[in-house]
């Protein structure tokens, strides 16, 4: 179907881009070295500078933080160490008054062992809320039903012994799976969605989504049979009626089934959290432990298959950062000599792409991958869990550890750097994961002191996106597809054409630009202010330069 914009009712998150907060790493507080909720309030005025519409908030629930909160005790309070109800309800009254809502993280593919319901399934197999879990007996031979395995290292199965029944719990034993095909579960998930929308909240993102409509017996967890029927189920029951944004993480979805969560007419969700470009870079066989080189050519692929694929029904999300991933400056760009320009670049092509973009807490400073030595230093299960299972195996710590670091979740989580003082300004007691050394220099503070720093840059992009109907609806058409260094694409939107070309290398390069792509017209936004609004047949792009130019066709 032919994309026409006037068909599309512009919503609030069209104009929107969102911001993700990691609670734990971005602003302490009261000096216990963890963040909390009065901290993020007290950093608002930094989000509304930079123009965000909302905030991704990684969970703040009452949780034992085996995986730092996606492992909720109680759905309906705040984990202490975060702060209070109060201050939730203040922080969304403040975020309001600068035009910021609240997106919550959902997380109801699993609860943690500590849950009420939990406590009461694996006491009692008569129990109501045994259902509320998938139990199993042992397979034949007296151990687990299959040979599952977790994600975050050992079996996927758990057993307990008082009621002789195994549990499945597809992270880790402490995050058990709930059972969405029993209707009191859901039930009670969706008065509980309610419950925070009635607080004011902007809307939901929801963690590994595309896991509830698994069937462990057939061994089917992604995308499995009743996922549509249950988000559909959730729209009816919580969503219809009410102006919020639904994001659904799926690591499974792909341009074929993107459709199905995010169509038009499916009543689903909004978008989708996609990992195609993030999957690319990892070893087919090995994993994220074993990351390949950045082959530019693919990545594009990946990016200008989605953009085709939902261009016309659907909606994109654009990320290339989160909390489970290692900072994309390091993994994309040059963290040390071309760390300021590289940053823009990358931005520049990602964030006037079509769709809703993403920036993760400290991306918009250019912070950098961790650089820890031991294993001591790490903080997260999945890191520790696959250390265990990979000491077994005879890995040495020395190949562990390089693999952490390109690729470990603790490389996004190590604390916020708003300036160059004792604790980086996150803290002023010792942080829960240790500071990036490198905040003397890389900080919030030192950053837009420059005044043409990475935030600088990024709040250009924001006020674009939010400014623009050219940048939030004008048609993508990819061009230099197979070129190893340059992402050029241009933007179309009756008259108006954006072209964007970036030299995503450390090479100087003179560019063979295509006709479609020598154009005169207004500058929008560049890394070096070169080229002017011009771009003629063979333009010379310096390492890391991008620019956007604005044109009449
Ligand atoms: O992540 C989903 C998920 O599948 C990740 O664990 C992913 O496989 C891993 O990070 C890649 O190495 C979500 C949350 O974003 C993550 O923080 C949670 O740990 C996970 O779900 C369980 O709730
Ligand atoms: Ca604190």
Excluded at 428 to 443: A, K, M, Q, R, V
Excluded at 455 to 465: I, K
Aim: with cysteine; proline share 6%; hydrophobic share 40%.
């Amino acid at each position: 179907m032919p994309y026409d914009p006037a068909q599309v009712t512009e919503r609030w998150w069209h104009k929107a881009t969102g911001y993700q907060i990691y609670p734990r790493s971005f602003a302490d507080s009261n000096g216990d070295g963890v963040g909390d909720i009065p901290g993020i309030v007290s950093r608002l005025d930094h989000l509304a500078d930079l123009g965000v519409g909302f905030v991704w908030l990684s969970p703040v629930y009452a949780s034992p933080m085996a995986d730092n909160g996606y492992d909720i005790a109680d759905y309906r309070a705040i984990a202490p160490e975060f702060g209070t109800l109060e201050d939730f309800d203040r922080l969304v009254a403040e975020a309001d008054a600068r035009g910021i809502r609240i997106v919550m993280d959902l997380v109801v593919n699993h609860s943690s062992d500590h849950h009420a319901w939990f406590r009461a399934a694996r006491a009692d197999r008569t129990s109501a809320f045994h259902d509320f879990y998938i139990w199993r007996d042992p397979g034949p031979d007296g151990g687990p039903p299959d040979d599952a395995m977790a994600c975050f290292g050992g079996p996927a199965w758990h057993w307990v012994p008082e009621i002789g029944r195994y549990y499945y719990g597809h992270f880790s034993a402490g995050q058990p799976d709930l059972n969405w095909d029993n209707p009191a579960l859901r039930a009670e998930i969706w008065d509980m969605m309610r419950w925070w929308l009635d607080r004011g909240i902007g809307g939901f993102r929801m963690d590994v989504i595309s896991l509830i409509g698994k069937d462990v017996d057939a061994r089917i967890y992604e995308e499995g049979p009743t996922l549509h029927q249950h988000l559909q189920e959730m729209h009816r029951e919580v969503i219809a009626g009410r102006d919020i944004v639904t994001i659904g993480e799926s690591w499974s979805v792909s341009t074929e089934t993107a459709q199905l969560y995010c169509g038009r007419d499916r009543d689903e969700l909004d978008m989708v959290f996609q990992f195609n470009h993030v999957v690319e870079g990892w070893d087919p066989v090995l994993g994220k432990w074993a990351p390949r080189p950045v082959d530019l050519v693919a990545l594009k692929r990946v990016f200008n298959r989605w953009q085709i694929a939902l261009s016309g029904d659907g909606w994109n999300s654009l990320f290339l950062s989160n909390h489970d991933l290692p900072r994309h400056l390091s993994r994309y760009g040059d963290d040390t000599v071309y760390r300021v320009d590289s940053a823009k670049a990358i931005a520049t092509v990602l964030h006037l792409m079509k769709g809703t973009p993403f920036i993760y807490q400290g991306e918009e400073i250019g912070m950098t991958n961790a650089a820890f030595t031991s294993i001591g230093q790490y903080r997260d299960i999945e890191t520790l869990g696959h250390y265990a299972d990979q000491m077994a195996r005879g890995v040495s710590e020395a190949d562990f550890i390089a693999g952490a670091n390109a690729n470990g979740r603790d490389n996004a989580r190590t604390p916020m750097q708003w300036d160059g003082g004792p604790g980086a300004g996150f803290t002023t007691g010792t942080p829960w994961l240790e500071l990036n050394p490198n905040y003397t220099s890389i900080n919030v503070a030192a950053d837009r002191a420059t005044g043409d720093g990475v935030f600088a840059h990024y709040r250009r992009l924001v006020g674009l996106r939010r400014d623009d109907a050219l940048v939030r609806h004008g048609r993508y058409t990819p061009h230099l597809v197979e070129d190893p260094d340059i992402f050029a694409y241009t933007r179309t939107l009756g008259d108006a054409r954006l072209i964007v070309v970036a030299n995503l290398s450390g090479e100087e390069i003179t560019v063979d630009l295509p006709g479609e792509l020598q154009v005169t017209g207004e500058p929008l936004i560049s890394t070096h202010g070169a080229h002017d609004g011009a771009l003629g047949p063979a333009p010379v792009f310096r390492p890391w330069e991008a620019v956007a130019i604005r044109a009449e066709r």
